[in-house]
């Protein structure tokens, strides 16, 4: 079974950067299209970003474009997001998740999509 865990949510200003973690328990996370997501209360969970088993494909979306930054490290079996010019309406518990079973070349940012999911991170952009 594949264990994700987040890391690296806190508190931050606006303007502030935080680089999130996720980290997987077994080797297969390598095979796997890996996803990061969002769900703030009052609004519906967003698919963030998304990269490829091997990091040659990567998808935002609109309202994070130019800002964050996914990237994945095999070795370590890792995936971040850089997050830069942190807004306040990027607060949100953030998740990752590994898509077992992909449709396509470009990754998902369908929640659907996704089939083992960590438990989450809060990020808090406040003055």
């Known amino acids: 079974q594949l264990q994700l865990v987040e890391s690296g949510g806190g508190l931050v200003q606006p303007g502030g950067s935080l680089r999130l973690a996720c980290a997987a328990s077994r080797f297969t996370l390598q095979y796997y299209p890996i996803g990061w997501f969002r769900q703030a209360p009052g609004k519906e969970r967003e698919g963030v970003s998304s990269?490829?088993?091997?990091?040659?494909?990567?998808n935002y979306a609109d309202s994070v474009k130019g800002r964050f930054t996914i990237s994945r490290d095999n070795a370590k079996k890792t995936v971040y997001l850089q997050m830069n010019s942190l807004k306040p309406e990027d607060t949100a518990i953030y998740y990752c998740?590994?898509?077992?079973?992909?449709?396509?070349?470009?990754?998902?940012?369908?929640?659907?999509?996704?089939?083992?999911w960590g438990q989450g991170t809060q990020v808090t952009v406040s003055s």
């Open positions: 990269i490829s088993s091997s990091g040659g494909h990567t």
């Open positions: 998740a590994a898509d077992s079973r992909p449709t396509a070349i470009l990754p998902s940012l369908r929640g659907a999509q996704y089939d083992y």
